[in-house]
């Protein structure tokens, strides 16, 4: 009778474990409409610049009748050939949280999209992939992360990108879900609403990049070296600055712009291991809590 009750009690015990993260994971979080900062680097495929931008909100406007949320690019960092980055004014987005789906209308149109759906399921196809990627972003896989200290559904697509629920993808607001030829590559650095940083963390510097603030992120990709380049086996990456990185994350991503593999820097020059990485060409990136400090490519042969 003893050794019944002990599996009843771990049986209910896992029964309200699962309950519980599922109750987290059902609980909708809305996509924001105001107080929002997205914080987005990109590489240039093949040239050697780097852009740094932030998207956020602008007030309203009123088009068709509805109410919509302008997103501005407050301003752009460069460095290298990358160009401006674009339009200040991105466009404008409205949310219907009974379907779970945000819409978009793009510069100088009046015609709304799809720009994310976050009711999606395992086999469809993202609404926003359409428009340069060469094949379809699927979804492949759904689960939950944790985000101050609430669970959100995340799902992870074909092309290597994620999209989590109130947040949008981790290429960036509105960036593509697919690095193709000579498109740049992408990352979503952090977001924060209302001053707070909600991922990668809460602890991460997510302000407004505003071309006023100066910041690690001016660090140039030509202090960042890497030999030898091409290399078959181990290479070394060294940063060329006076000081240690201290606890950077190098980050390394293959030709598609998929994350193949992620170490901690915490000194000027570190060992890179190919360890059962293809042939080809990879793109690095170095961030800290404070932002990203250096971009840069390599050939493994």
């Excluded at 809460?202 to 505003?210: A, E, K, L, M, V």
Aim: glycine share 8%; proline share 4%; aromatic share 12%.
């Amino acid at each position: 009778m003893t050794s019944m009750k002990k599996v009843l009690l771990v049986f209910f015990f896992s029964l309200c474990s699962f309950n519980f993260s599922e109750a987290q994971t059902s609980v909708y979080h809305p996509f924001p409409d105001s107080g929002a900062v997205w914080n987005v680097h990109w590489q240039c495929m093949f040239g050697y610049g780097d852009g740094w931008f932030s998207y956020t909100f602008d007030g309203d406007t009123i088009i068709n009748s509805t109410t919509y949320h302008k997103i501005i690019k407050p301003f752009v960092i460069t460095t290298g050939g990358c160009g401006t980055g674009g339009l200040i004014y991105q466009g404008c987005i409205r949310q219907d949280t009974a379907f779970r789906e945000v819409y978009m209308i793009q510069p100088y149109d009046s015609v709304e999209r799809v720009l994310f759906d976050f009711a999606i399921q395992i086999g469809d196809t993202l609404p926003m992939d359409s428009q340069v990627c060469m094949s379809a972003a699927i979804v492949q896989m759904m689960d939950s992360i944790l985000i101050d200290n609430n669970y959100r559904k995340r799902w992870s697509i074909s092309t290597g990108s994620q999209l989590i629920e109130g947040i949008g993808t981790t290429n960036g607001l509105l960036e593509p879900l697919c690095v193709i030829l000579d498109f740049p590559l992408t990352t979503l650095t952090c977001f924060s609403q209302n001053g707070q940083t909600l991922y990668p963390d809460t602890i991460t510097n997510c302000n407004i990049i505003d071309g006023v603030k100066e910041s690690a992120i001016k660090t140039s990709p030509s202090e960042i070296s890497i030999s030898p380049n091409p290399f078959h086996t181990t290479a070394t990456i060294t940063a060329s600055w006076q000081t240690a990185v201290g606890n950077a994350q190098l980050s390394i991503y293959n030709c598609m712009g998929a994350l193949v593999r992620e170490q901690i820097i915490n000194q000027e020059s570190a060992i890179i291991n190919r360890n059962g990485l293809a042939d080809g060409l990879y793109f690095f990136q170095l961030t800290t809590n404070s932002g990203p400090l250096a971009t840069g490519k390599f050939v493994i042969k």
